[in-house]
C-alpha cells in the first residue's frame, strides 16, 4: 500500500509539472508592440510583432530575457525597414525564413554582446560568419561579396534582392569562398542577378546541381546567371563625391555622383545610404527631399574599403496661402487686350505657378500670362488658379464693339436709396425702359478717380456691392447703356451720392 502511495504521488506530480510546462509554453502576453511566450528557463520567445519602420527588438520583456524568434516572424512584411536583435537571441534554422520577403527592409543589426549572432554592413550571419543568413531585400548596394568565410547560405537569404524584383538593387554577387553551399530557394526570384563563383570545391558542385535542377524542375525559380570568376580581386582604394554640402527644398530632388579609385577596381560600384530617410531618401546617387531637417548621404564602395559623406539640408516648402486677381470685372472691345495681374500671398511662396483659362475663349482668350484678348461681344470668365488647384480667382470679362460712345440724357436714371454694409453698400435706383443695362461707379475720390466699374442686366434695380474697405467714404454714380444702329449709347450720370461702409 505504501508503494502504491508514493506511486501516486509520484504520478500528481509528474501530471502538475507536465500542466505548467504546457501552460508556460502556450501562454502569450504582449508588450511594446511584441507577443512572447515564456519558455521552461524564464525567457521570452517573440511570436509575433505589430510594429513598423525601424525595429529594436529589447533584450528583455515584462523581465524576460528574449533568447527566440519565432520562424518566419518578419516575413512578407513590407513595412519593416530595419531590425535591431539584441544580446540574447541565439542562432536561427536554416529555414526559419524570419525575414524574408521584407521588401523595404534595409539593414539588420545586432548587439555586439551577442554570442551566436553578427551583422556586417546590415547583413546577418552567425557570430563566426561561417553561416550567411539574411541579406536584406531593400538593401541599396548594386554588388555584394560573399565572404570566404560562409560555408553555408541560408534558404531564401538573397530571395527577390535582385534588380528587378519588387525592391532589390542587386546586380552582382562575388562567391569569395569554394566551399560556400546554398539551398534551392536561397536565389529565388534573382533572374537579373549575375553571381560569379570560383572553379572547384563545393561551390562549383552546387552550380552545376542547381543548374540540372532547374533545367528538371517544373518550378521556374528565376535563377540567377552563374558565370566562372577567377578570384582575382582588384580592391577600391578611395571614393569621392561632387559634393559635400547640399540645400533642397522638400519634394525637390538632386543627384550627386560618385568616383570610385582605381577605376580598374573589379566593382566600382556604390551603395548610397541615408542617415534618415524621413527627411531625406537616396537611390543610386538621387537623393528626394521628404521632409525638413538634416541627413547624411553616405556612398560606400560595395567592397567597404571606402566611403565619402555629402550633409543635406532640407528646408521647408513655402505654399501658397492666397491668390487674388487685379479687377473682378473688365470691359473690353473687340480686338482689344489687357493683362489681369494676380497678387500671390506670401510674396515668398516656393511656387508661384498659375495656369489661366476662359470659360468661353471665342468670346476672350487668355494667355500664361494673364493677357485678356477680347474676339467678339459677349460675356466670359477668366479664371485664374495655383498648379495644385488649391487657390483660384476669377474676372468676369465684358466683350463690347469697337464704336465709338454715343450719349443719351433722356436715358439718365436715379439713385432712390443707397446704404452702407459692412465692407460693402446696396444702391437701388429708378428704372429706365428700352436699354441693355447698368454700368453703377463707385470711388473714394469724389472725381471718381481709380474707380471701378459694375454691370447689371436692365431687368435690376438694385445691386450690393462686397469686399471694400470698412468705414470709408464712397462716392457712387449710375448710368444706362443700349445701343442704336449698332453702337453702345451711354446716358449721362445720375448724380453722384455718397456712403460709409460699416
Same mark, same amino acid.
Given at each position: 500500500?505504501?508503494?502504491?502511495?508514493?506511486?501516486?504521488?509520484?504520478?500528481?506530480?509528474?501530471?502538475?509539472?507536465?500542466?505548467?510546462?504546457?501552460?508556460?509554453?502556450?501562454?502569450?502576453?504582449?508588450?511594446?508592440?511584441?507577443?512572447?511566450?515564456?519558455?521552461?528557463?524564464?525567457?521570452?520567445?517573440?511570436?509575433?510583432?505589430?510594429?513598423? #519602420?525601424?525595429?529594436?527588438?529589447?533584450?528583455?520583456?515584462?523581465?524576460?530575457?528574449?533568447?527566440?524568434?519565432?520562424?518566419?516572424?518578419?516575413?512578407?512584411?513590407?513595412?519593416?525597414?530595419?531590425?535591431?536583435?539584441?544580446?540574447?537571441?541565439?542562432?536561427?534554422?536554416?529555414?526559419?525564413?524570419?525575414?524574408?520577403?521584407?521588401?523595404?527592409?534595409?539593414?539588420?543589426?545586432?548587439?555586439?554582446?551577442?554570442?551566436?549572432?553578427?551583422?556586417?554592413?546590415?547583413?546577418?550571419?552567425?557570430?563566426?560568419?561561417?553561416? &550567411?543568413?539574411?541579406?536584406?531585400?531593400?538593401?541599396?548596394?548594386?554588388?555584394?561579396?560573399?565572404?570566404? +568565410?560562409?560555408?553555408?547560405?541560408?534558404?531564401?537569404?538573397?530571395?527577390?534582392?535582385?534588380?528587378?524584383?519588387?525592391?532589390?538593387? &542587386?546586380?552582382?554577387?562575388?562567391?569569395?569562398?569554394?566551399?560556400?553551399?546554398?539551398?534551392?530557394?536561397?536565389?529565388?526570384?534573382?533572374?537579373?542577378?549575375?553571381?560569379?563563383?570560383?572553379?572547384? #570545391?563545393?561551390?562549383?558542385?552546387?552550380?552545376?546541381?542547381?543548374?540540372?535542377?532547374?533545367?528538371?524542375?517544373?518550378?521556374?525559380?528565376?535563377?540567377?546567371?552563374?558565370?566562372?570568376?577567377?578570384?582575382?580581386?582588384?580592391?577600391?582604394?578611395?571614393?569621392?563625391?561632387?559634393?559635400?554640402?547640399?540645400? &533642397?527644398?522638400?519634394?525637390?530632388?538632386?543627384?550627386?555622383?560618385?568616383?570610385?579609385?582605381?577605376?580598374?577596381?573589379?566593382? +566600382?560600384?556604390?551603395?548610397?545610404?541615408?542617415?534618415?530617410?524621413?527627411?531625406?531618401?537616396?537611390?543610386?546617387?538621387?537623393?528626394?527631399?521628404?521632409?525638413?531637417?538634416?541627413?547624411?548621404?553616405?556612398?560606400?564602395?560595395?567592397?567597404?574599403?571606402?566611403?565619402?559623406?555629402?550633409?543635406?539640408?532640407?528646408?521647408?516648402?513655402?505654399?501658397?496661402?492666397?491668390?487674388?486677381?487685379?479687377?473682378?470685372?473688365? *470691359? &473690353?472691345?473687340?480686338?482689344?487686350?489687357?493683362?489681369?495681374?494676380?497678387?500671390?500671398?506670401?510674396?515668398?511662396?516656393?511656387?508661384?505657378?498659375?495656369?489661366?483659362?476662359?470659360?468661353?475663349?471665342?468670346?476672350?482668350?487668355?494667355?500664361?500670362?494673364?493677357?485678356?484678348?477680347?474676339?467678339?461681344?459677349?460675356?466670359?470668365?477668366?479664371?485664374?488658379?495655383?498648379?495644385?488647384?488649391?487657390?483660384?480667382?476669377?474676372? *468676369?470679362?465684358?466683350?463690347?464693339?469697337?464704336?465709338?460712345?454715343?450719349?443719351?440724357?433722356?436715358?439718365?436714371?436715379?439713385?432712390? *436709396?443707397?446704404?452702407?454694409?459692412?465692407? #460693402?453698400?446696396?444702391?437701388?435706383?429708378?428704372?429706365?425702359?428700352?436699354?441693355?443695362?447698368?454700368?453703377?461707379?463707385?470711388?473714394?475720390?469724389?472725381?471718381?478717380?481709380?474707380?471701378?466699374?459694375?454691370?447689371?442686366?436692365? #431687368?435690376?434695380?438694385?445691386?450690393?456691392?462686397?469686399?471694400?474697405?470698412?468705414?470709408?467714404?464712397?462716392?457712387?454714380?449710375?448710368? +444706362?447703356?443700349?445701343?442704336?444702329?449698332?453702337?453702345?449709347?451711354?446716358?449721362?450720370?445720375?448724380?453722384?451720392?455718397?456712403?460709409?461702409?460699416?
Amino acid at each position: 500500500m505504501e508503494k502504491r502511495g508514493l506511486l501516486h504521488f509520484i504520478i500528481l506530480v509528474a501530471v502538475i509539472f507536465l500542466l505548467s510546462f504546457v501552460h508556460d509554453n502556450a501562454s502569450a502576453a504582449t508588450s511594446g508592440g511584441f507577443t512572447y511566450e515564456v519558455q521552461t528557463d524564464g525567457t521570452a520567445k517573440i511570436t509575433e510583432c505589430t510594429l513598423n #519602420g525601424n525595429i529594436v527588438i529589447p533584450e528583455s520583456l515584462d523581465g524576460h530575457r528574449v533568447t527566440k524568434l519565432q520562424p518566419e516572424l518578419f516575413m512578407g512584411k513590407t513595412t519593416v525597414t530595419s531590425v535591431h536583435i539584441p544580446s540574447g537571441v541565439k542562432a536561427f534554422g536554416m529555414f526559419d525564413y524570419i525575414f524574408s520577403y521584407c521588401y523595404r527592409l534595409k539593414a539588420i543589426t545586432v548587439s555586439s554582446d551577442n554570442n551566436e549572432l553578427c551583422a556586417v554592413n546590415g547583413v546577418l550571419y552567425s557570430k563566426n560568419m561561417s553561416i &550567411l543568413y539574411n541579406y536584406p531585400c531593400g538593401k541599396t548596394a548594386p554588388a555584394f561579396y560573399v565572404p570566404e +568565410t560562409v560555408t553555408d547560405i541560408c534558404c531564401t537569404a538573397f530571395a527577390s534582392t535582385a534588380i528587378g524584383s519588387p525592391s532589390g538593387h &542587386l546586380e552582382k554577387l562575388y562567391l569569395k569562398g569554394i566551399n560556400t553551399t546554398w539551398y534551392t530557394y536561397t536565389f529565388y526570384g534573382d533572374g537579373n542577378l549575375k553571381v560569379y563563383y570560383k572553379s572547384g #570545391g563545393d561551390t562549383e558542385a552546387y552550380v552545376n546541381a542547381g543548374r540540372a535542377h532547374a533545367q528538371t524542375s517544373s518550378i521556374d525559380y528565376n535563377y540567377p546567371v552563374f558565370t566562372l570568376w577567377d578570384g582575382q580581386i582588384t580592391p577600391t582604394t578611395a571614393i569621392t563625391i561632387n559634393k559635400t554640402a547640399m540645400t &533642397l527644398k522638400e519634394g525637390a530632388h538632386e543627384e550627386i555622383t560618385a568616383q570610385v579609385y582605381p577605376a580598374n577596381a573589379t566593382s +566600382t560600384e556604390v551603395e548610397w545610404i541615408s542617415s534618415n530617410e524621413e527627411v531625406a531618401e537616396v537611390y543610386r546617387g538621387t537623393v528626394y527631399a521628404n521632409t525638413a531637417g538634416t541627413a547624411i548621404i553616405t556612398a560606400k564602395t560595395v567592397d567597404g574599403t571606402a566611403e565619402a559623406s555629402c550633409k543635406v539640408t532640407v528646408l521647408p516648402f513655402i505654399k501658397v496661402s492666397e491668390l487674388k486677381l487685379s479687377k473682378k470685372e473688365l *470691359e &473690353l472691345k473687340v480686338g482689344k487686350s489687357e493683362q489681369l495681374i494676380v497678387n500671390i500671398v506670401p510674396s515668398d511662396a516656393d511656387n508661384k505657378n498659375v495656369e489661366w483659362k476662359s470659360l468661353d475663349p471665342d468670346i476672350a482668350s487668355v494667355d500664361q500670362n494673364g493677357i485678356v484678348t477680347a474676339h467678339k461681344v459677349g460675356d466670359t470668365v477668366i479664371t485664374v488658379s495655383t498648379e495644385d488647384k488649391q487657390f483660384k480667382d476669377t474676372c *468676369e470679362v465684358f466683350v463690347v464693339e469697337d464704336r465709338p460712345e454715343v450719349f443719351k440724357p433722356s436715358s439718365k436714371p436715379q439713385i432712390n *436709396e443707397i446704404k452702407g454694409k459692412k465692407k #460693402g453698400f446696396t444702391v437701388k435706383w429708378s428704372r429706365v425702359s428700352k436699354i441693355l443695362g447698368y454700368e453703377i461707379q463707385y470711388s473714394t475720390n469724389k472725381n471718381f478717380k481709380n474707380a471701378k466699374t459694375k454691370k447689371v442686366k436692365a #431687368g435690376k434695380q438694385s445691386v450690393t456691392i462686397k469686399k471694400l474697405k470698412s468705414k470709408k467714404t464712397y462716392y457712387v454714380r449710375v448710368r +444706362t447703356y443700349s445701343t442704336e444702329t449698332g453702337d453702345i449709347i451711354y446716358s449721362k450720370w445720375s448724380a453722384k451720392k455718397k456712403v460709409k461702409t460699416k
